[in-house]
Every structure is written in C-alpha cells, then in structure tokens.
C-alpha cells in the first residue's frame, strides 16, 4: 500500500490549488494510492507514523521541506521500516535537490515508480523548546542558528523570497558567540553570522551550503561563516548558491558524528532553525544516525 500525504497549505496554498492535477500526474505515472491532507502544523508527522504502524510500504510527501521532514519523523518514530517517497509542490526544494529528484510533480511520480531504495543517513537534535521544554526530532536536510532563522522568520511573515529575505536580513544583522564541540574535541568560541549543521546539500531555497555532504557517509557537515558585513554578505551570496564559499577565508568546513552548540552568553537566546522550521533555541546537541531512513530516488 503507498500512502501520500499531502499538505495544501505548502507553496502558500498552491499545493492545495494544484493537488487534482498533481493526482493526475501521479495516477498516470505511478498507479493507485491512498491520500490523506495535513491540517496543521505536525499532522504530517502524525498521519505518517500511523500509515506506517498500520502497514504502508511507501509514504510519499507531497509538499515542502518542512513536509518532507514531518514526514520522515513520523515514519522514523514509527519504529517501522516504511520508505519515503518525495513528490515535490513546495517553495524551497532543497531536499529533493540534493536526491535529483525533479521537480516537475509528472516526472517525480515517474521517479516514485521506477527509482531505487537507497538507505539515508539521518541527523537526530535536540534543543529547548520556546516554552524551556527539552525535546528531540529528526532531520532530513540542515540545521543552522544565526542569521538564517531571522530570514526564515521574515520568509513566513512576509512571504518572500529567501533570496530576497537574506538581502533585508543582512542589513540589520548582529553575529552570535556560540560554544561548538565537535566529538570529543576541545570547545571552541565562535563569533559566527551563520552555523550549520548539514545532512544533505541544499538549504535557503537553494543555496548549497554544505557542497559535499553525502547522505551516506555517516557524518554531518559542520559549516561556519564568521563575523561578515552586510556587503561582504551581499557579495559572497552567489558563492554561497554555487557551493564556492568553502574557499572563504571567513569560512571553515568540518565533519563530526556529534555536535554540541550552546550560547556564549547563557542570557541570550538563540533560535534554531531545521529543515526550514524554526522548532526551539539553543542549546542543541546534533547527532548522525547512519542508514536510518529508506528514501525512493532516482534509478
């Protein structure tokens, strides 16, 4: 059985416009499936673990990032060894481009019939959640603190573009002093704009931040971008969306099975965002969970 939850609120409702034709495609491309709609924050989560227990083979996410990574959470809380499958309808994409899944719905339900099974590495936070309460959840794709949760929060209210967030954001952006330990190294002090924690390549509406990560490799990509200016920002952005930042001096590049981040000063807090959702703040510990996840991709 193959389940599709789908979440029409994704895209700013255009999913939910575009769903009968997005059915269509599917039909003719893939076959028959069952779809359930996501009603709230979470319901993704909710309704993906329940087809899993109740015996799906596939799950397919019809939306977003955010989709695809409730999605991923319900079946990995599910205890059950259920596939995701990606049909992608929403405004970032950065997952399905690093599995080079297309992102035309026609010829991604053709990837749902005749693409592989790979195992995916998953990355596991946890972090405080807004009301002080400790909790954990998985991530598919990145996380980050700094600059990029105040884009994010600017792309939600306003319903712009990340490009075009990051633009405003930068003229008003302070850097934060973290506390990073990777493994069972030293702690180090850093002033950073941005710190991210990477599974799979792409985050921010495509920006390749994280150009080599592999999702197989049982690591996460640690990426730091120092102190920069708003016009150093404005410039570097181009860099930062072909993967060419690496080579920046103010940037450093690491890999680590397990991070922890906190905040310098125990009296600021700092948001965190994952898999473009902004769940808590630090302190956050990050870990890799190797070939936790089936994924369907590309054959």
Known sequence: ??????????????????????????????????????THRGDAATLASEAARKGAKLIIACGGDGTISEVANGILSSGKDAELGILPSGTGGDFRRTLEIPSRARDAARVLRTGRSVRIDVGRVSYTEQNGADATRYFVGVASCGMSTKVIERVKADEVSFASALLKTAMRNAPVRLVVQLDDSHERHLV??????????????????????????????????????????????PRIYTGSHLSMPEVSHALARKITVRTADRATEVPLEVDGELPGRLPATFQIIPEALRVRTCA
Not at 15 to 38: C, H, K, M, N, Y
Request: proline fraction near 4%; hydrophobic fraction near 45%.
């Open 192 to 237: 950073v704009s941005n710190l991210c924690i990477a599974n799979a390549r792409y985050f921010g509406g495509g920006m390749k931040i994280a150009p080599d990560a592999k999702l197989t490799d049982g690591k996460l990509d640690v990426i730091s971008i120092g102190d920069l200016s708003a016009t150093k920002i404005f410039t570097s952005a």
């Open 1 to 38: 059985m193959s389940v599709v939850i789908v979440n029409p609120s994704s895209a700013s409702g255009g999913t939910g416009e575009a769903w009968p034709q997005i059915a269509s495609d599917l039909r003719s491309q893939f076959g028959s499936f069952q779809v359930l709609f996501t």
